[in-house]
């Protein structure tokens, strides 16, 4: 077993990730007005011709119409917040027709979904915050450019003898020094709070976009998330307690009995034949130390001890010294630190990830190497168990990775197995931290 730890990677440079961002944050705001406008005029239109023709029959089609407008403008809107909220696209299942449904039915389809008509209401009230945010950070983009290079162009602005500065207006004089050290001043403070505004008004727009736009869908994803995760828990915790009832009854619970069995005949042969109860006992006591043997071996499968005390560095290299292939293995030293250790759950999910892997390489791969990486990132604890074996791993119910895979879940976690015919195979985990 090979020991290597993890370098920590360089961390971007902070200004290019700050002006990255506000290139995002800027471009989402000035390109929200126009498509703000287009929304508004064209519901509104679309409304007020559907209100006007709703004596007759066209009314209703004009609406559904405009509903589907709606959707196509809030798809677009869908597109753009993961740039600014940094958070995965969603978007909601619409109602649908039913297949072969007759003109009509179709028409009212759209009206009879909740989220066409939040769609709807996004295009009537973002031009309400899509205006005033493009007016302040287009202003401040205007002060910080033309503040900061004023020392370059103030000889070229004409001026005429009832003319005033600013500069004058606030008691410096009308030198030409005076105004370019207030001006230039202005320009520095506007271009440095302007990463600030810009994402303040970006997240304002994208505030009101999420909320009728992806509030209800994050909502319904949340609650099938959830119970996506009950039910593996609770699948592992079950498949845990059966594997576990059955290594007591064909382990320690045969052997216990053996015991007993080997305790009474050594007390009928104690008067009789003493060197036979002698040996008798020798017999119970090694029966006693494999017993126990066992038991520590299936409280490793619980809660191995080296991994409460000290730490899923440990745990692993522990695993990775018992394993019958070379292992090598990478991991982050500080894992094992108070301060850098994970939360209990996530430990004991990432050391029985490595250990059905391990397991599985021993049994069925016929590797002659292994390597382990555990690696963190940020927001999750990315773990790989990689092996030159012959492949064929599979997450098929009834196997071990199978019920690993539930145990992820159950954290939030993904786990995804690549192990083709003839190999390599990799085993990946991601859990949150």
């Known amino acids: 077993m090979t020991a290597i730890p993890l ?11 700050v002006t990255r961002q506000l290139l995002r944050d800027s471009g989402y705001v000035l390109l929200g007005l126009p498509l703000a406008l287009a ?21 209703l089609p004009v609406l559904a119409g405009t509903l589907y407008v709606a959707r196509g403008l809030a798809d677009i809107e ?13 978007r909601p299942e619409y109602l649908v027709p039913e297949p072969g449904a007759k003109l009509w039915r179709r028409v009212f389809v759209p009206m009879r979904d909740a989220q066409s008509w939040l769609d709807l209401a996004h295009g009537l009230l973002k031009l309400l915050v899509a205006l005033p945010t493009f007016v302040l950070l287009l202003v401040w983009w205007a002060v910080a450019v033309a503040g900061t290079l004023y020392g370059a162009y103030d000889w070229a602005i004409p001026r005429g003898p009832d003319d005033q500065d600013l500069s004058q207006l606030l008691g410096m004089g009308d030198r030409a020094g005076a105004r370019i050290v207030l001006n230039t001043a202005l320009g520095v403070f506007c271009l440095f709070t302007l990463p600030l505004l810009a994402r303040a008004c970006a997240l304002l727009q994208a505030g009101l976009a999420r909320s009728l736009l992806t509030g209800v869908a994050e909502m319904r994803n949340r609650i099938t998330t959830l119970e996506e995760q009950k039910r593996a828990a609770a699948s592992a915790e079950a498949s845990a307690l059966r594997r576990l009832e059955r290594d007591i009854h064909d382990g320690p619970q045969q052997r216990l009995v053996r015991l007993a069995m080997d305790l009474s005949r050594a007390r009928q042969q104690l008067a009789a034949d003493p060197e036979a109860a002698r040996r008798t006992l020798d017999e119970a006591v090694t029966q006693t130390r494999e017993t126990l043997g066992e038991l520590r071996a299936l409280s490793r499968g619980i809660a191995p001890p080296i991994l409460v005390d000290r730490g899923l560095p ?5 695993l990775a010294a018992r394993a019958l292939v070379p292992v090598e293995l990478m991991i982050e030293p500080e894992l094992g630190t108070p301060s850098g250790r994970l939360d209990p759950a996530v430990e ?8 059905e892997a391990l397991t599985n390489v021993a049994k069925h791969s016929q590797a002659t190497s292994c390597q382990v990486e555990v690696t963190r990132r940020v927001g999750r604890l990315e773990i790989a168990v990689r092996d030159d074996g012959v492949g064929g791993a599979h997450l098929a119910k009834g196997h071990g990775l199978a019920g690993i895979a539930d145990r992820v879940r159950a954290t939030g976690g993904t786990l995804d197995v690549v192990s083709p015919t003839g190999g390599p195979s990799e085993v990946r985990a991601e859990l949150p931290r």
Do not use: D
């Open 7 to 17: 370098a920590t990677m360089p961390a971007p440079a902070p200004a290019r990730g």
């Open 39 to 59: 929304g508004f005029v064209i519901v509104v239109a679309g409304i007020s011709l559907s209100a006007g023709l709703l004596v007759t029959t066209v009314g």
């Open 78 to 90: 869908r597109l753009r917040l993961p740039a600014v909220l940094r958070q995965p696209r969603v």
């Open 314 to 318: 440990s745990a692993v290299a522990a």
């Open 348 to 355: 004991n999910t990432a050391y029985f990830v490595v250990a």
